[in-house]
């Protein structure tokens, strides 16, 4: 039969010399790896999910720091394509624990029996496309080979820890250790001396966590944050019952929203205030802001509609935050060097956090300005700034990723006549919908750059592209189709479309890893979509509905002929 074809082997690798062969390769298992193979399933197709970690929960999994929790709350950060889950799990706390959100990821994989089908411990190093027989060719860093008529990446937009560039960070000879990448059995800091470089969102919640433990804790900070209270508390009936009585129409409602994210649930306007921030009152503004950071969370960037559009909107709500961490932080000079000035609030990804701000008044912690006192070099015995030396038992380094395109361009991926991902993705990222890219036939990017991805709840972003792929595999086989890819056109003018939409907000003016700027060399592009995940939704719809309208569609015969 034609098209996308079931492989005989379902309980397997269906040896071929020593090449093991599947219809479709998940690399990755985090949230989505292991969606993807759920719904693989579903069609019947046979999969394996191949993953260089030791377990699933990809994100979950390697971010181990002390604080780590989701910044959705857990009643929306978790998935929704199962009714019978939504009502199985229960959180302890608004905003999960990564232990939780680990074991929530685990007890997904028993219950939809996925191990079975999950190979841990392989790395993935090479992907290459072979024009002859129309299928990727698959290398592990544990000498496998798979050949597959799909190739899913799985691989995830935060994946790639990045260290910092520092002269004589191999010299140092303290324990060291990035948030990305944290040791299983966890850290003793107890009456260590402790160094945090970066205060990103894996800091702000380590650094409290931190400094409880350790005998003093020194955090260097280049660029400040915002960041709001989180008032994470535990979950209470009162509010669980009523999600999850309601976790069909308020799940449809997230679907449709910017972000993904409901911020209220109380009246039709689902927490965001579809009101200029300019068009009230000055007193007015303050009570909406006060109001806000009364409850905390992210929706304090929905306070009002023009936040990330309007810089004399975003000012007000950037002062906002300035006046309560000078509120918060008893020593003037600490707290005006963690006032964000340089960026409008929410152009990089807000921080909320669980008394951050107010560790800075503990007697054991002390902030190094590196706006003033820049970093020269990591010594043998700690952290040179031009002040002079600081010395310590460890190092956390909370330096961030090489996000969303790192990844997948770290990985030798090749496509038709060998062109090379990495090479094609030198000036930035191309693809259509962040979900292909042309030249790369059949090989597909859950939450790929150029899709909402990082700017969403990132749950509800992964089911969408599953959900997406799984109905254009569906079509596929309905009519006999081998391969799929996007148009150079298509892609081009998607891109147009994101850079478009990037450039009429005010994220374009942060240094933010958004942009690629927080790595050396990388291009300054702004990756992911911001039209929002309800308006991306619909565009990916009537792509589908226009018969894949920017993709080509290779009948399975005339594939074959054109490689004869
Ligand atoms: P990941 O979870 O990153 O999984 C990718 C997997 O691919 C990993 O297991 C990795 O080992 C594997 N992999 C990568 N390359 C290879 C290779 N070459 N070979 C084999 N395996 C490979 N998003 C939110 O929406 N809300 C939050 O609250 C939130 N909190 C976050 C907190 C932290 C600390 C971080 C770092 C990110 C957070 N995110 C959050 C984003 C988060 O990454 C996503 O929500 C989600 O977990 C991504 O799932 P994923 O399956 O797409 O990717
Ligand atoms: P990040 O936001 O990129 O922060 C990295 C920090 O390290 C920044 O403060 C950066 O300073 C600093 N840094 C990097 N190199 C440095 C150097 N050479 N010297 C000094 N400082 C340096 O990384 P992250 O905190 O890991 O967060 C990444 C993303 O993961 C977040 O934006 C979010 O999407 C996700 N995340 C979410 C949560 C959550 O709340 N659920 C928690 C953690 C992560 P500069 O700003 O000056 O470059």
Same mark, same amino acid.
């Given at each position: 039969?034609?098209?996308?074809?079931?492989?005989?082997?379902?309980?397997?690798?269906?040896?071929?010399?020593?090449?093991? #062969?599947?219809?479709?390769?998940?690399? %990755?298992?985090?949230?989505? %790896?292991?969606y993807m193979l759920h719904r693989l399933r579903g069609l019947g197709l046979s999969a394996r999910v191949l993953d260089g970690a030791t377990g699933v929960g990809g994100t979950w999994y390697w971010n181990r720091?002390?604080?780590?929790? &989701?910044?959705?709350?857990?009643?929306?950060?978790?998935?929704?394509?199962? !009714?019978? /889950?939504?009502? !199985?799990?229960?959180?302890?706390?608004?905003?999960?624990?990564?232990?939780?959100? /680990?074991?929530?990821?685990?007890?997904?994989?028993?219950?939809?029996?996925?191990?079975?089908?999950?190979?841990l411990e392989a790395r993935v190093t090479a992907a290459h496309f072979d024009e002859k027989t129309g299928r990727w060719r698959i290398e592990t860093a544990q000498g496998e080979i798979f050949s597959a008529?799909? &190739?899913?990446? !799985?691989?995830? &937009?935060?994946?790639? !820890?990045?260290?910092?560039?520092? #002269?004589?960070?191999?010299s140092y000879e303290g324990a060291t250790y990035h948030t990305g990448y944290w040791p299983h059995e966890g850290v003793d800091f107890t009456g260590k001396r402790v160094a945090v470089i970066g205060t990103g969102s894996s800091a702000i919640q380590a650094i409290p966590v931190i400094a409880e433990e350790a005998g003093h804790l020194t955090v260097f900070q280049r660029t400040p944050n915002y960041s709001?209270?989180?008032?994470?508390?535990?979950m209470t009936p009162d509010y669980e019952g009523p999600w999850k009585s309601n976790y069909d129409l308020r799940r449809a409602k997230a679907r449709t929203m910017r972000t993904g994210i409901l911020y209220g649930v109380t009246d039709e306007t689902w927490g965001l205030n579809n009101v200029s921030a300019l068009d009230v009152t000055p007193a007015e503004r303050q009570r909406i802001y006060e109001e806000r950071w009364a409850v905390g969370s992210t929706a304090f960037m929905a306070s009002f509609n023009d936040l990330i559009t309007n810089q004399a909107a975003n000012d007000t709500a950037a002062e906002f935050v300035r006046e309560r961490i000078r509120e918060v932080v008893k020593d003037p000079v600490t707290a005006e060097a963690l006032c964000p000035y340089d960026y409008p609030i929410g152009t990089k990804r807000i921080?909320?956090?669980?008394?951050?701000?107010? #560790?800075?008044?503990?007697?054991?912690?002390?902030?190094?300005?590196?706006?003033?006192?820049?970093?020269?070099?990591?010594?043998?015995?700690?952290?040179?700034?031009?002040? %002079?030396?600081?010395?310590?038992?460890?190092?956390?380094?909370?330096? %961030?990723f090489d996000a969303m395109t790192g990844t997948l361009m770290n990985l030798d991926i090749r496509g038709r006549d060998g062109l090379k991902l990495a090479d094609k993705w030198a000036g930035g990222p191309q693809t259509h919908l962040g979900l292909m890219s042309a030249g790369l036939p059949n090989l597909f990017m859950i939450t790929g750059p150029g899709s909402?991805?990082? /700017?969403?709840?990132?749950?509800?972003?992964?089911? *969408?592209?599953?959900?997406? /792929?799984?109905?254009?595999?569906? *079509?596929?086989?309905?009519?006999?189709?081998?391969?799929?890819e996007p148009t150079a056109e298509a892609e081009a003018a998607w891109g147009q479309h994101v850079n478009e939409a990037g450039h009429r907000t005010l994220y374009v003016k942060a240094a933010s890893w958004y942009m690629g700027a927080n790595v050396a060399g990388k291009p300054r592009v702004f990756m992911p979509y911001i039209g929002g995940v309800g308006v991306y939704r619909q565009e990916c719809d009537e792509v589908a509905a226009k018969g894949y309208d920017g993709f080509i569609l290779t009948p399975r015969d005339a594939r074959a002929v054109a490689a004869e």
């Open positions: 039969m034609p098209g996308v074809e079931p492989q005989a082997a379902r309980d397997g690798a269906a040896p071929q010399g020593s090449i093991k #062969t599947y219809d479709v390769i998940i690399v %990755g298992a985090g949230f989505a %790896g292991m720091y002390p604080g780590a929790r &989701c910044d959705v709350e857990s009643m929306q950060y978790s998935y929704s394509f199962s !009714a019978e /889950l939504q009502q !199985a799990w229960s959180w302890s706390e608004h905003f999960a624990g990564q232990p939780e959100i /680990l074991a929530y990821a685990n007890f997904v994989a028993d219950r939809f029996n996925l191990r079975r089908d999950i190979q008529q799909f &190739c899913v990446m !799985a691989t995830g &937009c935060l994946s790639t !820890a990045k260290l910092p560039e520092i #002269t004589g960070r191999e709001i209270p989180a008032r994470n508390s535990p921080c909320i956090d669980t008394d951050y701000f107010e #560790t800075y008044n503990r007697a054991n912690v002390s902030l190094v300005n590196l706006r003033e006192t820049p970093i020269e070099a990591i010594t043998p015995k700690g952290v040179r700034t031009s002040a %002079g030396e600081h010395e310590f038992d460890a190092i956390v380094y909370a330096t %961030g909402p991805s990082v /700017l969403s709840n990132m749950i509800v972003s992964i089911e *969408h592209h599953v959900d997406w /792929l799984i109905d254009a595999l569906a *079509h596929m086989r309905a009519n006999g189709l081998a391969t799929i």
